[in-house]
């Protein structure tokens, strides 16, 4: 499984960005999606997650802002950003876990900068 993510950015606090996430390869038809986080000098954090169901779950810092969603048919994730804070800034990663399995995968990380 590949995995390959696009959308991060720089941004003023209180705009937006979509980050996407696309899959490919041995997918179940069962998964789940999701995005973390890693900020310099912090551990990687969940942020969003999202099952081929559509059931999603937030970190509570991200819950009213962010959205994540995806199409089944592209086998897509996205995450989209808005009232971004400074705090938001860190390097996002996909992930994607087989249901199932015992295996998960991760896209390359995309850098999302908010400044104040």
């Known amino acids: 499984v590949q995995l390959q993510a696009s959308g991060g950015g720089l941004v003023q606090a209180g705009g937006s960005l979509r980050l996407s996430c696309a899959a490919s390869g041995s997918i179940f038809s069962i998964n789940i999606m999701g995005w973390y986080r890693q900020a310099p000098g912090k551990q990687r954090e969940l942020v969003a997650t999202?099952?081929?169901?559509?059931?999603?779950n937030y970190v509570n810092s991200v819950k009213g802002r962010f959205i994540i969603s995806r199409d089944n048919i592209k086998n897509t994730v996205y995450l989209q950003m808005n009232s971004l804070k400074p705090e938001d800034t860190a390097v996002y990663y996909c992930?994607?876990?087989?249901?199932?399995?015992?295996?998960?995968?991760w896209g390359q990380g995309t850098q999302v900068t908010v400044s104040s």
């Open positions: 999202i099952t081929s169901g559509g059931l999603t």
């Open positions: 992930k994607l876990v087989n249901v199932g399995s015992r295996s998960d995968y």
